[in-house]
């Protein structure tokens, strides 16, 4: 590992685990698991642009105009990415909620791919399962009575067997 001071060590992840359960709760990108969070402070580069999280790419991935794209990835915090899309929802592109799932998946390999750290880490996690711990998000979290959908924690665990696989290989 690089020592990035944003990345815990492995064993620093797996003691934390709660192995009774094999469940992992993230949500805050500075606690334990924040590595699993979009907004983790973990650039990558999709389509020849670095961004500066899986969260500004994810959020920019919403608008076909580049000034829209533009402003997103040039937020300081993930947060304000997200505002400012949901700013412009109106004139978010009309396929999003067919395509967005998929432009997810793409950042979270990327994120992994980019960052073998972290894919390290994110292996390690197998066969727990995943959950995002977002009180306020029904369908990306498990929303605040626990029975969100969870599609970020799935997509989690989808990309770690394709990444497992991919090392069987």
């Known amino acids: 590992m690089d020592g990035d001071k944003d990345t815990p060590r492995l064993d620093e992840v797996a003691s934390s685990v709660d192995a009774r359960h094999g ?11 924040g590595w699993l969070s979009t907004f983790s402070n973990h650039p990558i ?7 500066p999280t899986v969260e500004h790419f994810f959020q920019a991935a919403k608008f076909p105009r ?10 300081h915090w993930p947060a304000d ?9 109106a004139v978010r592109r009309p396929d999003w909620n067919m395509v967005e799932e998929q432009v997810m998946q793409r950042a979270l390999i990327a994120k992994f791919e980019q960052h073998p750290e972290l ?8 066969p727990d399962l995943l959950i995002e711990d977002a009180n306020d998000d029904e369908y990306w979290g498990c929303g605040q009575d626990g029975k969100g959908q ?12 394709e990444m497992i696989e991919r090392t069987v290989r």
């Open 66 to 75: 580049s000034q829209y794209r533009t402003l997103i990835k040039e937020a």
């Open 150 to 161: 969870n599609r970020l924690g799935k997509l989690l665990m989808i990309v770690r067997a």
């Open 45 to 51: 580069t999709l389509d020849g642009i670095q961004w």
């Open 23 to 33: 469940v992992i709760k993230f949500y805050d990108p500075t606690a334990a698991f």
């Open 81 to 89: 990415a997200k505002d400012l899309a949901a700013e412009w929802r």
């Open 119 to 126: 894919l390290e880490l994110l292996i390690a996690t197998n």
